[in-house]
Protein backbone atom coordinates (compact mmCIF):
# COMPACT_ATOMS: atom_id res chain seq x y z
CA UNK A 1 0.00 0.00 0.00
CA UNK A 2 1.28 3.82 -0.88
CA UNK A 3 1.85 6.86 1.77
CA UNK A 4 -1.16 8.05 -0.52
CA UNK A 5 -3.27 5.35 0.16
CA UNK A 6 -2.62 4.31 3.99
CA UNK A 7 -3.88 8.07 4.42
CA UNK A 8 -6.86 7.41 3.45
CA UNK A 9 -8.40 4.28 6.23
CA UNK A 10 -11.92 4.97 4.14
CA UNK A 11 -9.94 2.90 1.21
CA UNK A 12 -9.96 -0.88 1.01
CA UNK A 13 -7.80 -2.67 -1.40
CA UNK A 14 -8.78 -6.32 -2.46
CA UNK A 15 -6.52 -9.01 -3.52
CA UNK A 16 -9.32 -10.30 -5.96
CA UNK A 17 -8.93 -8.37 -9.25
CA UNK A 18 -12.12 -8.16 -11.51
CA UNK A 19 -12.53 -6.28 -13.42
CA UNK A 20 -8.75 -5.40 -13.62
CA UNK A 21 -5.99 -7.38 -14.83
CA UNK A 22 -4.59 -9.95 -13.17
CA UNK A 23 -1.04 -7.44 -12.73
CA UNK A 24 -3.35 -4.80 -10.93
CA UNK A 25 -4.86 -4.31 -7.51
CA UNK A 26 -8.48 -2.83 -7.23
CA UNK A 27 -9.44 0.20 -5.01
CA UNK A 28 -12.80 0.37 -3.87
CA UNK A 29 -14.16 3.37 -1.88
CA UNK A 30 -16.60 1.81 -0.50
CA UNK A 31 -16.62 0.85 3.49
CA UNK A 32 -17.17 -3.24 4.64
CA UNK A 33 -20.78 -4.17 4.88
CA UNK A 34 -22.35 -3.15 8.20
CA UNK A 35 -24.09 -6.20 10.00
CA UNK A 36 -27.61 -6.51 9.30
CA UNK A 37 -29.78 -8.36 11.91
CA UNK A 38 -32.40 -10.79 10.27
CA UNK A 39 -35.71 -9.20 11.37
CA UNK A 40 -34.33 -5.65 9.95
CA UNK A 41 -34.47 -7.25 6.48
CA UNK A 42 -37.60 -6.40 5.67
CA UNK A 43 -37.84 -3.30 7.98
CA UNK A 44 -39.39 -0.34 5.83
CA UNK A 45 -37.79 3.14 6.65
CA UNK A 46 -38.48 7.07 4.55
CA UNK A 47 -35.12 8.10 3.28
CA UNK A 48 -34.42 11.06 1.31
CA UNK A 49 -36.21 11.29 -2.12
CA UNK A 50 -39.35 9.29 -0.59
CA UNK A 51 -41.76 12.73 -0.91
CA UNK A 52 -40.95 13.04 -4.81
CA UNK A 53 -41.17 9.02 -5.31
CA UNK A 54 -44.94 9.21 -3.65
CA UNK A 55 -46.14 12.34 -5.14
CA UNK A 56 -45.08 10.75 -8.27
CA UNK A 57 -47.06 7.51 -7.67
CA UNK A 58 -50.18 9.38 -6.28
CA UNK A 59 -50.04 11.81 -9.85
CA UNK A 60 -50.25 8.08 -11.49
CA UNK A 61 -52.60 6.88 -9.43
CA UNK A 62 -55.10 9.79 -10.26
CA UNK A 63 -54.01 9.41 -13.70
CA UNK A 64 -55.40 6.19 -14.25
CA UNK A 65 -58.55 6.79 -12.16
CA UNK A 66 -59.22 9.64 -15.04
CA UNK A 67 -58.53 7.24 -17.74
CA UNK A 68 -60.46 4.75 -16.21
CA UNK A 69 -63.91 5.73 -16.92
CA UNK A 70 -63.33 6.19 -20.91
CA UNK A 71 -60.35 3.38 -21.37
CA UNK A 72 -61.55 0.42 -19.73
CA UNK A 73 -65.26 -0.16 -21.35
CA UNK A 74 -67.05 1.49 -18.02
CA UNK A 75 -69.19 3.11 -20.61
CA UNK A 76 -70.62 -0.16 -22.28
CA UNK A 77 -70.83 -1.92 -19.10
CA UNK A 78 -73.76 -4.65 -18.58
CA UNK A 79 -74.94 -4.66 -15.22
CA UNK A 80 -78.97 -6.14 -13.75
CA UNK A 81 -81.32 -3.38 -13.65
CA UNK A 82 -81.73 -3.66 -9.81
CA UNK A 83 -78.02 -4.33 -8.83
CA UNK A 84 -78.61 -4.15 -4.99
CA UNK A 85 -80.82 -7.42 -5.34
CA UNK A 86 -78.60 -9.00 -7.73
CA UNK A 87 -75.41 -8.30 -4.77
CA UNK A 88 -78.00 -9.41 -2.10
CA UNK A 89 -79.13 -12.49 -4.03
CA UNK A 90 -75.49 -13.46 -4.60
CA UNK A 91 -75.11 -13.74 -0.69
CA UNK A 92 -78.33 -14.80 -0.34
CA UNK A 93 -79.78 -12.06 1.57
CA UNK A 94 -82.83 -11.96 -1.67
CA UNK A 95 -84.61 -13.54 -3.86
CA UNK A 96 -84.99 -13.14 -7.52
CA UNK A 97 -87.76 -14.71 -9.78
CA UNK A 98 -87.28 -15.30 -13.44
CA UNK A 99 -83.52 -15.49 -15.17
CA UNK A 100 -80.60 -14.35 -13.06
CA UNK A 101 -77.52 -13.07 -14.78
CA UNK A 102 -74.16 -15.21 -13.90
CA UNK A 103 -71.93 -13.57 -12.05
CA UNK A 104 -68.92 -13.98 -14.05
CA UNK A 105 -71.05 -12.62 -17.35
CA UNK A 106 -70.22 -9.86 -14.85
CA UNK A 107 -66.38 -10.47 -13.53
CA UNK A 108 -64.78 -11.09 -17.37
CA UNK A 109 -66.09 -7.57 -18.43
CA UNK A 110 -63.39 -5.56 -18.97
CA UNK A 111 -63.87 -2.36 -16.40
CA UNK A 112 -64.07 -4.85 -13.69
CA UNK A 113 -60.13 -5.89 -12.83
CA UNK A 114 -58.74 -2.34 -13.40
CA UNK A 115 -61.69 -1.05 -10.87
CA UNK A 116 -60.01 -3.75 -8.79
CA UNK A 117 -56.58 -2.62 -9.00
CA UNK A 118 -57.68 1.25 -8.29
CA UNK A 119 -59.62 0.43 -5.69
CA UNK A 120 -56.59 -0.33 -3.33
CA UNK A 121 -54.28 1.94 -5.71
CA UNK A 122 -55.45 5.40 -5.35
CA UNK A 123 -56.45 4.60 -1.72
CA UNK A 124 -52.84 3.34 -0.99
CA UNK A 125 -51.11 6.20 -3.15
CA UNK A 126 -52.89 8.89 -1.30
CA UNK A 127 -52.35 7.29 1.88
CA UNK A 128 -48.62 6.89 1.48
CA UNK A 129 -48.57 10.00 0.02
CA UNK A 130 -50.21 11.59 3.07
CA UNK A 131 -47.59 10.03 5.52
CA UNK A 132 -44.65 10.85 3.31
CA UNK A 133 -45.38 14.63 3.47
CA UNK A 134 -45.48 14.33 7.16
CA UNK A 135 -42.44 12.40 7.52
CA UNK A 136 -40.49 15.22 5.26
CA UNK A 137 -42.21 18.16 7.38
CA UNK A 138 -40.68 16.22 10.74
CA UNK A 139 -37.15 16.09 9.08
CA UNK A 140 -37.40 20.02 8.11
CA UNK A 141 -38.38 20.64 11.77
CA UNK A 142 -35.09 18.97 13.37
CA UNK A 143 -33.41 20.35 10.25
CA UNK A 144 -32.17 16.99 8.42
CA UNK A 145 -31.36 16.29 5.08
CA UNK A 146 -34.13 16.33 2.25
CA UNK A 147 -32.72 17.15 -0.53
CA UNK A 148 -32.73 14.24 -3.24
CA UNK A 149 -30.27 15.20 -5.85
CA UNK A 150 -28.11 11.69 -5.34
CA UNK A 151 -31.43 9.63 -5.86
CA UNK A 152 -32.47 11.47 -8.64
CA UNK A 153 -29.30 11.77 -10.23
CA UNK A 154 -29.26 7.73 -9.57
CA UNK A 155 -32.43 7.40 -11.65
CA UNK A 156 -31.31 9.62 -14.88
CA UNK A 157 -27.95 7.91 -14.75
CA UNK A 158 -30.29 4.32 -15.45
CA UNK A 159 -31.30 6.29 -18.43
CA UNK A 160 -28.46 5.29 -19.95
CA UNK A 161 -28.93 1.65 -19.90
CA UNK A 162 -32.45 1.98 -21.41
CA UNK A 163 -31.27 3.72 -23.97
CA UNK A 164 -29.09 0.56 -24.84
CA UNK A 165 -31.97 -1.50 -24.55
CA UNK A 166 -34.09 0.60 -26.75
CA UNK A 167 -31.11 1.05 -29.51
CA UNK A 168 -31.01 -2.90 -29.20
CA UNK A 169 -34.58 -3.33 -30.06
CA UNK A 170 -34.35 -1.76 -32.93
CA UNK A 171 -31.10 -3.13 -34.50
CA UNK A 172 -32.28 -6.51 -33.88
CA UNK A 173 -34.92 -6.15 -37.04
CA UNK A 174 -31.67 -5.21 -38.90
CA UNK A 175 -29.04 -7.58 -37.63
CA UNK A 176 -30.73 -10.16 -36.28
CA UNK A 177 -31.59 -11.70 -32.71
CA UNK A 178 -28.13 -13.50 -32.54
CA UNK A 179 -25.91 -10.28 -33.96
CA UNK A 180 -27.53 -8.25 -31.76
CA UNK A 181 -27.32 -9.99 -28.52
CA UNK A 182 -23.96 -10.54 -29.13
CA UNK A 183 -23.36 -7.14 -29.37
CA UNK A 184 -25.30 -5.71 -26.45
CA UNK A 185 -23.55 -8.45 -24.11
CA UNK A 186 -20.12 -7.98 -25.49
CA UNK A 187 -20.93 -3.99 -25.10
CA UNK A 188 -22.48 -4.16 -21.70
CA UNK A 189 -19.26 -5.99 -20.61
CA UNK A 190 -16.95 -3.63 -21.37
CA UNK A 191 -19.38 -0.33 -20.28
CA UNK A 192 -19.63 -2.11 -16.51
CA UNK A 193 -15.63 -2.01 -16.41
CA UNK A 194 -14.96 -5.38 -17.50
CA UNK A 195 -12.74 -4.96 -20.15
CA UNK A 196 -9.48 -7.26 -19.62
CA UNK A 197 -9.72 -9.72 -22.96
CA UNK A 198 -10.92 -12.85 -19.99
CA UNK A 199 -13.92 -10.84 -19.34
CA UNK A 200 -14.96 -9.35 -22.57
CA UNK A 201 -14.73 -13.05 -23.92
CA UNK A 202 -17.50 -13.95 -20.50
CA UNK A 203 -19.36 -11.67 -21.91
CA UNK A 204 -19.70 -12.81 -25.46
CA UNK A 205 -20.10 -16.80 -24.74
CA UNK A 206 -22.98 -15.75 -22.48
CA UNK A 207 -24.49 -13.78 -25.03
CA UNK A 208 -24.01 -16.35 -27.12
CA UNK A 209 -25.31 -18.77 -24.62
CA UNK A 210 -28.71 -16.47 -24.22
CA UNK A 211 -29.36 -16.94 -27.95
CA UNK A 212 -29.14 -20.95 -28.22
CA UNK A 213 -31.23 -21.27 -24.98
CA UNK A 214 -34.14 -18.57 -25.90
CA UNK A 215 -33.94 -18.54 -30.23
CA UNK A 216 -32.24 -21.70 -30.88
CA UNK A 217 -34.05 -23.94 -28.15
CA UNK A 218 -36.94 -22.10 -27.06
CA UNK A 219 -37.90 -20.62 -30.39
CA UNK A 220 -38.95 -17.12 -29.01
CA UNK A 221 -40.57 -15.08 -31.87
CA UNK A 222 -38.11 -12.78 -33.81
CA UNK A 223 -39.02 -10.44 -36.65
CA UNK A 224 -39.53 -12.30 -39.85
CA UNK A 225 -37.60 -9.30 -42.13
CA UNK A 226 -34.58 -9.11 -41.03
CA UNK A 227 -32.18 -7.32 -43.39
CA UNK A 228 -28.40 -8.75 -42.71
CA UNK A 229 -30.04 -12.65 -42.94
CA UNK A 230 -32.45 -10.79 -46.52
CA UNK A 231 -28.20 -10.66 -48.03
CA UNK A 232 -27.83 -14.65 -47.01
CA UNK A 233 -28.50 -17.50 -49.99
CA UNK A 234 -32.17 -18.63 -49.13
CA UNK A 235 -30.76 -21.66 -47.62
CA UNK A 236 -28.78 -20.08 -45.36
CA UNK A 237 -31.14 -17.53 -44.31
CA UNK A 238 -34.15 -20.16 -43.55
CA UNK A 239 -31.70 -21.78 -41.40
CA UNK A 240 -30.44 -18.39 -39.72
CA UNK A 241 -34.52 -17.20 -39.07
CA UNK A 242 -35.18 -20.42 -37.72
CA UNK A 243 -32.47 -21.04 -35.15
CA UNK A 244 -30.61 -17.55 -34.51
Known sequence: MTPKQSATPDLYLFDDSSPPAEDQRFQSECP???????????????????????????????????????????????????????????????????????????????????????????????????????????RKRFLLPTSAYFEVTKYIAALEFVAYFIGYTLIVPLLGYLVSTLILGTFLTWRLGYRSPRWMLIGFTSSLAVVIAFRTFLQIKTPLNIWLYDQLPDATRAFMLTYF
Not at 114 to 132: E, F, G, T, Y
Open 32 to 138: PDAKVKVEDLFKFSRKRGDLHVSVVAAVLALFFLAVFWTQTGWDNRKLPDDFGTYVAYQFGLADIDGRVTRLGRIVKQSWVAPMLCLLVLVPAALWNLRLSWRETAW
